[in-house]
């Protein structure tokens, strides 16, 4: 993949990537050795002399895949030459393990590309659990990949989901501010503690039913397993939850058939890094079942 750009500002190379194409200095640094840093189509060190109006360019090198690409359907909501958002379903896990190599969101978005004969690399930006479903944004190539996880890291990337929960919360609307840490291995799960992360969940009651209720959950930060264990928190576990669910919440969920939790990456909405379009993602998928529980 190549980027170009028509130099704005007359100066190193090194400045130009860095300011005008916000490329890092750690790419920067890979990219200088194999020549593919150009000016005018000529490969050029960082230190060389670019005039206004040159054309920078970047070839980018996405590595392939040691896992295979598989034709499996995949959702798209939104696709350009940067990005694409795509609505996952639950039981799909994001990334190939050392145990499962196949049938994963990575597996089918690298079988797209192949496909659509687009040279990208599988660069998940947001991450959901195996059974949480909805948007999960992905860069096409590890420069744009670099400035929305900083993005993220800088909590720019406004992330709503929903949930379908056990009984409801005392109030409807507030803040649940409460510290997770994570349990002793081998244990993956995590739990409220004062020596844990700092962790803040927003929730507002959208619609509540006799046994449940169905909240609206901002995270401000992205602990682990946070919006599970903060629903579980305030007493009210998110349904079909099998690890963090209370026996009544569980034995509800058997009632109710169902399989995985109700939890959906409703919406994301953040500033696109190369065109500077505010964008709005939403899942056409929702955290209720068929019929009101």
């Known amino acids: 993949m190549e980027l170009k750009q028509q130099a704005r500002n007359s100066g190193r190379l090194s400045d130009i990537l860095k ?3 916000r490329i890092s200095t750690g790419l920067m640094n890979r990219l200088k050795w194999d020549d593919r840093l150009l000016v005018n189509g000529i490969p050029q060190h960082t230190n060389y002399m670019v005039a206004q109006g040159d054309v920078v360019s970047v070839i980018l090198d996405e590595p392939e895949p040691v896992y295979p690409a598989e034709h499996l359907p995949l959702d798209i909501l939104y696709e350009d030459d940067h990005i694409l958002a795509v609505d996952k379903g639950p039981g799909v896990l994001i990334h190939p393990s ?13 079988g797209y ?5 687009q040279k990208c690399a599988f660069h998940p930006v947001t991450r959901l659990d195996r059974d949480t479903y909805g948007v999960v944004l992905l860069a096409k190539n590890s420069h744009v990949h670099a400035l929305l996880s900083e993005y993220h890291a800088q909590g720019k990337l406004q992330k709503t989901y929903e949930a379908l929960v056990f009984s409801k919360p005392p109030e409807s609307e507030g803040t649940v501010d ?3 840490q994570r349990r002793p291995l081998p244990s993956l799960l995590r739990y409220v503690s004062p020596d844990g992360k700092p962790s803040q ?3 507002r009651v959208k619609q509540t039913f006799e046994q449940s209720s169905l909240l609206e959950l901002t995270p401000v930060t ?4 946070q919006l599970r264990i903060h629903c579980a928190y305030i007493g009210c576990p998110i349904l079909g939850d099998p690890q963090y669910g209370t026996e009544e919440s569980q034995e509800y969920s058997h009632h109710l058939g169902l399989t995985y939790q109700r939890l959906c990456a409703k919406r994301l909405e953040f500033v696109h ?5 505010t964008m709005h993602l939403e899942s056409r998928m929702q955290a209720q079942i068929e019929k009101n529980p």
């Open 19 to 21: 300011h005008e194409m």
């Open 98 to 110: 050392r145990n499962r190599d196949s049938g994963t969101l990575a597996n089918a978005v690298v």
């Open 113 to 117: 590309y192949q496909r659509t004969g």
């Open 178 to 180: 409460a510290p997770i």
């Open 201 to 203: 969940t927003i929730y």
């Open 222 to 225: 992205g602990r682990t397993h």
């Open 273 to 277: 890094p190369i065109t500077g379009e």
